[in-house]
């Protein structure tokens, strides 16, 4: 551990550096300016009106387009499909369970294994789908996510599944008593879960290698990782499974797997939606976000997941949240406007060029189509910044961990956990204070950029998706190289809580996809989506389907 400090200059930083800024212990956000053409959705709302505002906010839908008998390419379902398909009698919610249920089926058995679930009853699928058909056949749909199926993430707790965090015991020592708020909240619009979705070990760590159930495999290459934590959500959006997730993101959770498997996730602003019942609820830096097919599914699944706590609408004063207005030609307006901010250093300081290449013809392409400025940037101290989040999170994770630790845990942890633990318990409360006073300057630092531009463009992560060694899937592995290329570009979003979302943009020569990052200003989530919107439609000819896929909905 003193060697991996004094090699990371996590020492010289943190106490060989004069920081004169007060320490800021979470997130703070000046005032920020409206954002243009947007629909503000009332946090007071219940669930299902904010989906039904969301739904305005989307262009004209046209079920011709691959539905419908039509043979017109397609990559994905969209929640809008799933919605008419119930509507129009092509299918309902309980025969398009039968299909889920037949891949996850499938998926178990498979060799090598693909634990994309940890916890799956089939019997519980089949009782909420037969409910939501029997809405459908008495017409009355709770929203436009009734029938859609979403799987959540191990350490978010959905009744009546335990939440062991991707772990074997955690679920021994607290109890699962019922949903969290983001669950309460899809529950209350019809969604179907369809159980709880593998995940890197009490997410500490960045590629989802979990020998407690099986690692999770990358649908577009088996032998490669998804990325984490948030790894089997990735997945099973990715293979088809089911329309969207939720994911947990602390250090790149959502985005990082997202990227890795050629999907759409979004990190909202720290503090714009409910964490509490997420294992990760007392920390500052993570948040629950949507992980989707596609952006304007993200932007559904958002409007019924949004909300703050009592608390942070006390403490943080958000803004209403809001979403882009994409069903109007002033859209395009819009993005004419906007500045796009691009270190290029950072940005080309990739694995491969594969990365920079595809991310600059994104921009590119946005450049050509609509007018948006990319404007040189420079983000000063970013290896000031990735400490301050290594300690910060590494000191909140051994926190919340330690007492059960204290009772002789530890040692049913796996041994990349136990690592990282290990690094975790050298940080001195010295160490801590100073990390949030270098979260304070690197907070200035941003604002002051976001004064020139409107958004920072990055690439989601410096590589595409590694190959699992072999010798990693009965112990598990630490490598902190992949884990430094993998979490290169996400660090902002944590540290300073800024939404950022990832978006695909093409594939490597390998056939592995690649992401872009669009980070915003707080409370800035109805700008990046609709520049995602944006990029989703320029690159869509070059997104490619994975080779494991699942058509759950079969309406052809």
Not at 71 to 86: E, G, H, N, Q, V
Not at 262 to 276: A, F, M, S
Not at 368 to 374: F, L, V
Not at 506 to 520: A, F, T
Request: aromatic share 8%; hydrophobic share 35%; with cysteine.
């Amino acid at each position: 551990m003193s060697f991996l400090k004094k090699q990371n200059k996590i020492n010289e930083l943190l106490r060989g550096t004069r920081i004169p800024e007060h320490p800021m212990f979470r997130p703070e956000f000046p005032p920020q300016e409206a954002e243009p053409r947007v629909l503000v959705m009332e946090e007071e709302n219940i669930p299902t009106e904010r989906v039904e505002s969301a739904l305005r906010c989307l262009p004209f839908y046209d079920p011709s387009s691959h539905l419908s008998g039509s043979s017109s390419p397609f990559l994905y379902w969209k929640i809008r499909d799933f919605a008419y398909a119930y509507r129009s009698g092509l299918v309902t919610p309980l025969m398009v369970a039968e299909h889920v249920i037949l891949g996850v089926e499938e998926f178990n058995n498979k060799n090598p294994s693909m634990p994309w679930l940890v916890s799956f009853s089939a019997e519980e699928v089949r009782k909420q789908a037969a409910a939501s058909t029997k809405r459908f056949e008495e017409g009355n749909p709770l929203s436009i996510l009734d029938g859609v199926f979403v799987a959540i993430k191990d350490d978010i707790d959905c009744h009546p599944y335990p939440t062991k965090g991707g772990s074997k015991w955690f679920h021994e020592v607290r109890q699962c008593k019922g949903d969290s708020v983001s669950v309460s909240r899809l529950r209350r619009c019809g969604v179907i879960f369809i159980g709880k979705a593998n995940m890197h070990e009490f997410g500490l760590g960045v590629t989802g290698n979990n020998p407690n159930y099986g690692t999770t495999r990358n649908p577009h290459a088996l032998e490669r990782y998804t990325g984490g934590s948030s790894s089997g959500p990735a997945a099973l959006v990715a293979a088809g499974l089911c329309s969207a997730a939720l994911g947990t993101d602390g250090g790149g959770s959502v985005r990082i797997p997202s990227s890795l498997c050629g999907v759409v996730g979004l990190k909202t602003t720290y503090g714009r939606t409910d964490i509490r019942g997420a294992l990760c609820d007392g920390g500052t830096v993570e948040i629950i976000g949507p992980i989707t097919a596609t952006v304007e599914d993200a932007m559904l699944v958002y409007a019924a997941v949004s909300g703050s706590t009592p608390s942070d609408r006390f403490i943080l004063k958000p803004s209403p949240p809001c979403l882009p207005i994409l069903s109007s030609d002033d859209s395009s307006d819009v993005l004419r406007t906007l500045r796009l901010g691009k270190y290029t250093e950072w940005f080309d300081d990739v694995f491969s060029t594969d990365i920079s290449d595809k991310c600059n013809d994104a921009l590119n392409m946005l450049s050509k189509a609509h007018g948006c400025e990319t404007v040189e940037i420079t983000i000063p101290e970013l290896l000031h910044m990735r400490t301050a989040h290594v300690v910060s999170i590494g000191s909140e994770s051994f926190c919340s961990l330690n007492q059960f630790f204290l009772e002789g845990r530890r040692a049913q942890c796996t041994f990349d956990t136990r690592t990282n633990l290990t690094l975790f318990e050298t940080f001195s409360a010295s160490d801590y204070v100073a990390a949030q006073r270098m979260r304070r300057r690197m907070m200035n630092y941003h604002m002051e950029i976001f004064k020139k531009v409107d958004v920072i463009v990055t690439p989601t992560t410096g590589m595409t998706a590694p190959i699992i060694p072999s010798s990693a899937l009965k112990y598990g592995e630490t490598n902190l190289q992949v884990s430094g290329y993998l979490m290169q570009f996400i660090v902002a979003g944590n540290l300073l809580g800024l939404p950022a979302i990832s978006v695909p943009v093409g594939h490597d020569k390998q056939g592995l996809p690649i992401g872009i990052q669009l980070i915003g200003r707080p409370w800035g989530e109805a700008t990046i989506l609709r520049l995602a919107a944006a990029i989703e439609e320029l690159c869509a000819e070059s997104r490619k389907r994975p080779a494991t896929f699942y058509d759950i909905l079969k309406v052809k």
